[in-house]
């Protein structure tokens, strides 16, 4: 990708589901470091030890699965019908999503939200003229944390990950 960048075919590198080791790895042999690194984040999987190490190094974070892919199958449940959500989004007079996406914005991380609705892409945008307060950002950390993509299907005794440590260098 960096012969492709140095050639003009390609304004910018990024990568996907690297954790801080192996974008540890990665900045210590690219010539140009990435400048994305896609991966699951919401409220359910804050992932504040990759945040903090993305800001260190510069690289900007993109959040799938910020809704928490419900309904995919891999998905989970926990950001949609989360209590905790509904309270603040009810005290706000706004929507789970909107609470939701909010807080993925106030991280720094810019967010995939799918949607093929229009009316829900115009909805999932209504998030920059507020703020959540420091009381919804602390209520929101003790959401119980679990990844929605545990990663089972790249796992194989013959694969270059045997267990779902290895894939998430211990980050899970």
């Given at each position: 990708m960096e012969e492709c960048s140095k050639l003009g075919l390609a304004k910018s590198i990024g990568v996907s589901n690297f954790s801080c080791t192996k974008l540890s790895q990665l900045l210590e042999i690219a010539t140009i470091p990435p400048a994305v690194d896609q991966v699951e984040l919401n409220v359910a999987w804050q992932q504040k030890k990759l945040l903090e190490y993305c800001k260190e190094k510069g690289v900007h974070v993109s959040a799938y699965s910020p809704l928490g892919a419900n309904g995919a199958p891999w998905g989970t449940h926990a950001v949609m019908r989360s209590p905790i959500l509904n309270d603040i989004a009810t005290a706000k007079q706004k929507t789970i999503p909107h609470v939701a996406l909010r807080?993925?914005?106030?991280?720094?991380?810019?967010?995939?939200?799918?949607?093929?609705?229009?009316?829900?892409?115009?909805?999932n945008l209504e998030i920059l003229?507020?703020?959540?307060?420091?009381?919804?950002?602390?209520?929101?950390?003790d959401i119980p944390q679990r990844r929605g993509c545990n990663g089972e299907g790249f796992i194989h005794p013959n694969g270059p990950y045997k267990s779902l440590d290895e894939l998430w260098d211990g980050e899970i």
């Open positions: 807080w993925v914005y106030e991280q720094g991380a810019s967010a995939i939200a799918k949607s093929f609705n229009k009316e829900r892409m115009k909805q003229d507020w703020e959540l307060s420091s009381e919804d950002k602390f209520r929101i950390q």
